[in-house]
Nanobody, 124 residues
Framework: QVQLVESGGGLVQAGGSLRLSCAASGRTFSSVTIGWFRQALGKEREFVAGISRSGGNTYYDDSVKGRFTISRDNAKNTVTLQMNSLKPEDTAVYYC?????????????????WGQGTQVTVSS
């Protein structure tokens, strides 16, 4: 079992930045791959970014590449999503998810554990 708690969401103007954190407890944190997903109102939940168990590999959706950075600190059991140059279309509830299998996978059905989500709102 892995428990995930997201924090850091809020309201920001377009062009601004936010830093999301995902704190994990339970299973050894370094044994899980982490992904960030988001769900805008009325839309399907979508993959945003992922990071491998060691943190050595990352992967981003094209829509956030160059603006978002995912990182992890296995000693502190945390994953961070730094979001810069935010756009109104980034507005969504952001979820942290964990999977026990290796590899960064974009399909949400492959993730075993989910946080409760944190709201990010970008005003124009």
């Amino acid at each position: 079992q892995v428990q995930l708690v997201e924090s850091g969401g809020g309201l920001v103007q377009a062009g601004g930045s936010l830093r999301l954190s995902c704190a994990a407890s339970g299973r050894t944190f370094s044994s899980v791959t982490i992904g960030w997903f988001r769900q805008a109102l009325g839309k399907e939940r979508e993959f945003v970014a992922g990071i491998s168990r060691s943190g050595g590999n990352t992967y981003y959706d094209d829509s956030v590449k160059g603006r978002f950075t995912i990182s992890r600190d296995n000693a502190k059991n945390t994953v961070t999503l730094q979001m810069n140059s935010l756009k109104p279309e980034d507005t969504a509830v952001y979820y942290c998810a964990a999977r026990g299998s290796p590899g960064i996978i974009t399909a949400q059905r492959t993730y075993d554990y989910w946080g409760q989500g944190t709201q990010v709102t970008v005003s124009s």
